[in-house]
């Protein structure tokens, strides 16, 4: 299993597994990173402009990790592992009930060379890195998990629901 500097697990054997696409590939199939950041990798961006920015995954018989520009970053709002969504309350100062995962760390003391996270409850999050959950368990989200979601969604429709000055001051 996958293992973070501390020696902590990420909850899966291969981050790739957990990836549907690249943050750069754009809807017609090209890498918006050649063509938006060309000075950060003048080679690349020349390969990928030869090839009318086709991005590179999709020719022959290349992976994700072949790219070296990869990054997939989780934009989906719930929790990977229970289904947990997010639930945030506007003006506060509490603690989101989802956290960035990263799955790709660098190996051998060098940079990683991709950037892959996916959301987890908080509660998802510590089982993970202490030693005994994985991201592609079948979990149901913690019953603390719940409970603290449902308190913020009854606050948030509290703070919709309209009370008329009538009934807010007693005339």
């Known amino acids: 299993m996958e293992r973070t500097p501390n020696d902590t697990p990420v909850g899966v054997d291969d981050p790739y597994e957990h990836v549907e696409r690249c943050d750069h590939l754009t809807d017609d199939g090209r890498c918006r990173y050649a063509f938006?950041?060309?000075?950060?990798?003048?080679?690349?961006?020349?390969?990928?402009?030869?090839?009318?920015?086709?991005?590179?995954?999709?020719?022959?018989?290349?992976?994700?990790?072949?790219?070296?520009?990869?990054?997939?970053?989780?934009?989906?709002?719930?929790?990977?592992?229970?289904?947990?969504?997010?639930?945030?309350?506007?003006?506060?100062?509490e603690r989101p009930l989802l956290e960035e995962h990263h799955l790709s760390y660098?190996?051998?003391?060098?940079?990683?060379?991709?950037?892959?996270?996916?959301?987890?409850?908080?509660?998802?999050?510590?089982?993970?890195?202490?030693?005994?959950?994985?991201?592609?368990?079948?979990?149901p989200p913690d019953t603390e998990a719940l409970s603290e979601r449902e308190g913020r969604r009854s606050r948030e429709l509290d703070e919709m629901g309209f009370e008329s000055a009538a009934d807010r001051y007693d005339p």
């Open 36 to 93: 938006e950041h060309a000075e950060r990798d003048p080679e690349f961006a020349r390969e990928r402009r030869e090839n009318d920015y086709a991005c590179l995954v999709g020719e022959e018989d290349n992976d994700w990790s072949d790219c070296p520009h990869f990054r997939s970053r989780a934009t989906d709002r719930e929790c990977a592992r229970c289904g947990l969504e997010e639930r945030r309350m506007a003006h506060s100062g």
């Open 106 to 139: 660098p190996s051998d003391g060098q940079e990683p060379n991709h950037e892959i996270t996916v959301y987890l409850c908080r509660w998802c999050h510590a089982k993970i890195h202490a030693s005994w959950a994985r991201i592609d368990d079948e979990a």
